[in-house]
């Protein structure tokens, strides 16, 4: 086990795998109070072409990914703000049209192949190379960047949109840093857990942290803690098994906490409930 950590690739995949634990769940907590689970399902589809395109055009996927997936996220954001029923088709023609774009570009790109489309759509963090981790970082630092400046105003948005609008704050704007902002993480996970998995990351560990604590910081804390522990121990499953692929490895590790903090949960309230002049506490709304 030393002689592995000493090793390059498992190095640099390690680091790959504590950014998207720390990032993902981070910017998840924002879209799952908001009711936008599937977002970075979305997200994901549109990122396939801009993978597709960099290999097109012979430039680095992760950085054609990054240019796509921002346009994509603030073309999604904008149907959504019309909040007409022909929006949902809007939106379903352009995730579908991503992933085909991101299929027919791969085709037809030089060297392109299967495998390589594999590698996004599933995660090859094995693969992850210095340039990428440079990359990865630097968006991974914009997130974090993201959330600590605009997070008090994003969490009033997310709690009630009309609010946030009669208190003065840019909702407009402020959907379209959530949408981004998540745009950035699709891209900083693309290569850990693929582009088909990522949303998975994004909301699991915010479901799970969900069941156990109350308040949004709290809920934050823990959901990022658990991101980083199903990363890690994804990595470590697939490194220690090659049979074993590290993105579906971190997802299954992220359910099954996810159930065993729904038993836990209930266990604890059902105990509260029985407990002699103990009664259930309402949930407090916290500012970030």
């Not at 704050?169 to 902002?181: E, G, H, Q």
């Not at 949303?199 to 804390?221: E, W």
């Not at 220690?240 to 604890?268: E, H, K, M, N, T």
């Amino acid at each position: 086990m030393i002689e592995l950590l000493r090793t390059q690739f498992f190095q640099l995949a390690l680091v790959a795998a504590l950014l998207v634990g720390l990032c993902a769940p981070a910017v998840g907590t924002f879209i799952v109070q908001r009711r936008l689970a599937l977002l970075g399902d979305g997200i994901g589809h549109v990122a396939l072409t801009g993978v597709a395109l960099g290999f097109l055009t012979n430039t680095a996927p992760v950085l054609t990914a990054v240019v796509v997936s921002v346009a994509g996220a603030v073309a999604i954001e904008l149907v959504r703000a019309r909040g007409r029923t022909s929006g949902d088709v809007a939106l379903a023609l352009l995730f579908y049209g991503g992933i085909a774009g991101g299929v027919m570009l791969m085709g037809i790109a030089p060297g392109g192949s299967n495998a390589k489309l594999n590698s996004y759509l599933f995660g090859a963090i094995a693969s992850v190379t210095t340039q990428d981790i440079w990359v990865i970082g630097a968006l991974a630092v914009a997130v974090i960047a993201v959330v600590v400046i605009f997070g008090r105003e994003l969490f009033v948005l997310c709690q009630d949109e009309e609010m946030a609008r009669a208190s003065g704050l840019p909702v407009r704007f402020l959907s379209l840093v959530i949408a981004i902002t998540a745009a950035l993480t699709v891209v900083i996970a693309m290569r850990v857990v693929g582009l088909l998995l990522v949303s998975a990351l994004m909301v699991i560990p915010v479901a799970t942290s969900q069941q156990l604590t109350r308040g949004f910081r709290a809920t934050m804390a823990l959901a990022m803690t658990i991101g980083v522990v199903v990363a890690v121990g994804g990595l470590l499953a697939s490194t220690l098994s090659s049979r074993v692929p590290p993105g579906a490895a971190i997802v299954l590790l992220a359910l099954g906490g996810f159930v065993l903090a729904l038993g836990v949960g209930r266990f604890v309230r059902r105990g509260r409930v029985r407990e002699p002049g103990v009664h259930e506490p309402t949930p407090v709304r916290e500012a970030a």
